[in-house]
């Protein structure tokens, strides 16, 4: 699977960011997926993940119900809503496929990460 994210930028605290990731390949409509972020001189975290039908999603607990993760595999896209960001969520996000994990080793096949930058 193929993946390559979209929608990072610039924001103020407490805006929102919606990323993307479009998905090709031959499982890329049926795979869980999720999202991870590495913020400079950390270790890249879990943020969200869900299964491949879409109805079960899991979150880190610092998300606190900002975020929300969704995907349509009609589309073979995967989405990220953030709301109410903190300058704490500035990182790289990269969008994930081939599990549902919080083990950033289960997954097989990686984008190529978006940047977030949010300013206090």
């Known amino acids: 699977v193929q993946l390559v994210e979209s929608g990072g930028g610039v924001v103020q605290a407490g805006g929102s960011l919606r990323l993307s990731c479009a998905a090709t390949?031959?499982?890329?409509?049926?795979?869980?997926m999720g999202w991870f972020r590495q913020a400079p001189g950390k270790e890249r975290e879990f943020v969200a993940s869900i299964s491949w039908s879409g109805d079960m999603s899991y979150y880190a607990d610092f998300v606190r119900g900002r975020f929300t993760i969704s995907k349509d595999n009609a589309k073979s896209t995967l989405w990220l809503q953030m709301n109410s960001l903190e300058p704490e969520d500035t990182a790289v996000y990269y969008c994930?496929?081939?599990?549902?994990?919080?083990?950033?080793?289960?997954?097989?096949?990686w984008g190529q990460g978006t940047q977030v930058t949010v300013s206090s």
């Open positions: 390949g031959r499982t890329a409509a049926t795979a869980p």
């Open positions: 994930a496929a081939g599990s549902a994990s919080t083990d950033a080793r289960r997954y097989a096949d």
